[in-house]
C-alpha cells in the first residue's frame, strides 16, 4: 500500500470510498473530486477514514461538501472510523456532532 | 536578547512543501519534550497558517517563499512566518462562526484555538506580511 491514495468500492447501495495517508492542500482537491463522483454512482456514500494518520481543514472542507451535496439531493453520507487524528479536527471544528459517524458500513445502513 | 532558533525553515509557497514542513516542526518540538498530543495541535496550526499563506496571500501562484522561524523564549513558543506576497487586510483574517456548517475556512478558528495570541502584520515598507504566533509552555490549551 502506498503512503496515501484512495479505493472506491459499492456493497450493496452504499458506495465506499476509502482513503488513507496524510489529507492536506496537496491532495485536499483530488479528495473532494472523489467524493462528489462517488454521488454519480450511489446515493449513498460512507467516507472510510481509520488509515488517515493526518487530515487538515482543506481535507475536512472536502467532507463538508460531500455531506452538504448529500442532503441537497436526498441522499445518505456517512464518516466510518475516523482515526484519532480526523475525530481532533473534527472535534476542534465542532463537526463531531453534525456528521453522522459510524463504526462500520453495518452501523451506517441501520443508523 | 532573543534566544536563537529553534528551527529556521525556507520553503517554496507550494502544497506540496507542506509535508516537509509538518516533519521539521514535529521533530522540532517533540526535542523539546512536549506532549505528543500538544504537538500534534501545534503541527496542525502551523501547517493550516502555511496554507493559508499559499491560498490567499499568495493565490496559489507557486512562485513565492516563505521563511518559518520557531523560538524559545521565557516559557513561551513563538511562531514566525514571513512571506513576500502582497500585503493581507489583517481585518479581513478573523475565526469564524462555527455553528455554521460550511466548508472553508476553519483554518484561522484552528490557529486562534490553538495559540494563545497571534498577529498578522503587513510589512510597510516591503512586499509582505508576517504572521506571529505564540504559544506558552504551560497552558490550558490542548
Known sequence: MTDKGSELRRDGDWAVLRIWGEVDLSWSQDVRRQVLEAYAKAKALAVQLDGVSYIDSSGIAALVEGFQHARSKGGRFALLAPSEAVRAVLELARLDRVFPIYDDLGAARSG | ?142
Open chain 2, 1 to 142: 536578547m532573543s534566544a536563537p532558533p529553534l528551527l529556521r525553515l525556507d520553503f517554496p509557497a507550494r502544497a506540496e512543501s507542506l509535508a516537509e514542513v509538518r516533519a521539521a516542526v514535529q521533530r522540532t518540538l517533540s526535542a523539546q519534550g512536549m506532549e505528543s498530543r500538544v504537538v500534534a495541535r501545534l503541527v496542525l496550526a502551523i501547517d493550516e497558517a502555511c496554507a493559508n499563506i499559499i491560498r490567499h496571500a499568495y493565490r496559489g501562484c507557486g512562485d513565492g517563499t516563505i521563511a518559518l522561524r520557531i523560538a524559545r523564549h521565557r516559557g513561551r513558543l513563538r511562531f514566525r512566518l514571513r512571506d513576500r506576497a502582497p500585503a493581507v487586510d489583517p481585518g479581513c483574517v478573523r475565526p469564524r462562526d462555527l455553528s455554521e456548517c460550511r466548508p472553508g475556512g476553519l483554518g484561522i478558528n484552528i490557529i486562534d484555538d490553538t495559540m494563545d495570541h497571534w498577529r498578522l502584520r503587513p510589512l510597510k515598507r516591503r512586499c509582505g506580511n508576517v504572521l506571529t504566533m505564540v504559544r506558552r509552555l504551560r497552558t490550558r490549551k490542548t
